[in-house]
């Protein structure tokens, strides 16, 4: 994956940031909203297509 820059007026977010920031969301989430049981079916199955992407690109 290219790196990439989201860029709103003058601040740049660099990859490795932007993942600690998406880590971060993601764990606050598994916490607020608890095991993946508990997602609704169409939910859990687009977690799952991002996880095996997630997997996919981990591999190059």
Same mark, same amino acid.
Request: with cysteine; proline share 10%; charged share 30%.
């Given at each position: 994956m290219q790196n990439q820059f989201i860029n709103h007026g003058?601040?740049?977010i660099?990859?490795?940031? @932007?993942? %600690?920031?998406?880590? %971060?969301i993601g764990e606050r989430l598994r916490r607020d909203v608890? $095991?993946?049981?508990a997602? $609704? @079916?169409h939910l859990q199955m687009l977690i799952d297509q991002m996880r095996q992407q997630d997997e996919n690109t981990g591999s190059r």
């Open positions: 003058e601040e740049h660099d990859r490795t940031t @932007s993942v %600690a920031i998406c880590n %971060a608890g $095991p993946d049981d997602l $609704p @079916s």
